[in-house]
């Protein structure tokens, strides 16, 4: 049965960090907030927990989910290579609302769905995400919803959707995006004197801030 913490009161923060970190460990799915909406989240490198975070949302891998980080030293690691451009979208818009897609190390033993050799990568700017990202490592992480509803802004609304397919769910209020996704970016056709950019899904960052951050950069359809 799935356990549920209030992460308001400090002895349930310790005791939910804990035991969502043990079942991160185990393979499991947890519901943890992020800036954004809340998520669920399994262990980035475990490919059974990947595919029961899959199954538990009603999608397929073909719809491989994002991976969140602790910081842009993990993005390093897990890129094939950070051009400056990719460097400029971390070092403004991280930690925040903004998924970048781009070539993943080909060396990294991992199975997130049907990728086509791709990671999406994003830092969660909210302090409970971070501090348990700092614990587990990369996590995969989806919208906290069943396929075709909406993102969860609460764990209480999580459950209701998720039930016990998810392990440990981490209450810590109502995600301060007021609904609002990640903007997705497809990066891979960066280079370091520019390229092209593709915007997926606008939502948290907008087109227009990226375009003045990167004037040197053609924005694809």
């Not at 897990?78 to 080909?106: Q, S």
Request: proline share 6%; hydrophobic share 45%; glycine share 10%.
């Amino acid at each position: 049965m799935a356990e549920f913490f209030d992460c308001s009161d400090s002895s349930q923060l310790l005791a939910g960090t804990r035991t969502a970190r043990q079942a991160i460990g185990r393979g499991e799915l947890i519901v943890m907030p992020t800036d954004t909406v809340y998520g669920v989240a399994a262990d980035a490198f475990t490919p059974e927990a990947v595919q029961r975070l899959l199954d538990a949302k009603g999608r397929g891998r073909q719809s491989p989910p994002p991976v969140l980080i602790p910081n842009t030293e993990t993005l390093a690691a897990l890129a094939a290579e950070v051009v400056e451009p990719v460097r400029a979208l971390a070092d403004a818009f991280w930690p925040g609302a903004l998924t970048i897609i781009t070539a993943a190390n080909p060396l990294l033993s991992w199975d997130l769905g049907e990728t086509g050799g791709t990671v999406a990568l994003r830092i969660p700017h909210q302090p409970l995400a971070l501090e348990l990202l700092r614990e587990t490592g990369p996590l995969a992480v989806s919208s906290a919803n069943l396929t075709g509803q909406p993102a969860a802004r609460t764990a209480a609304e999580a459950r209701e959707m998720l039930g016990d397919s998810i392990s440990v769910y981490l209450e810590a209020g109502e995600a301060a995006g007021v609904g609002v996704a990640s903007t997705i970016v497809d990066a891979t056709h960066l280079t370091e004197e520019g390229g092209e950019i593709r915007i997926l899904r606008e939502g948290g960052v907008s087109r227009e801030l990226i375009a003045e951050l990167l004037p040197q950069v053609a924005f694809g359809e």
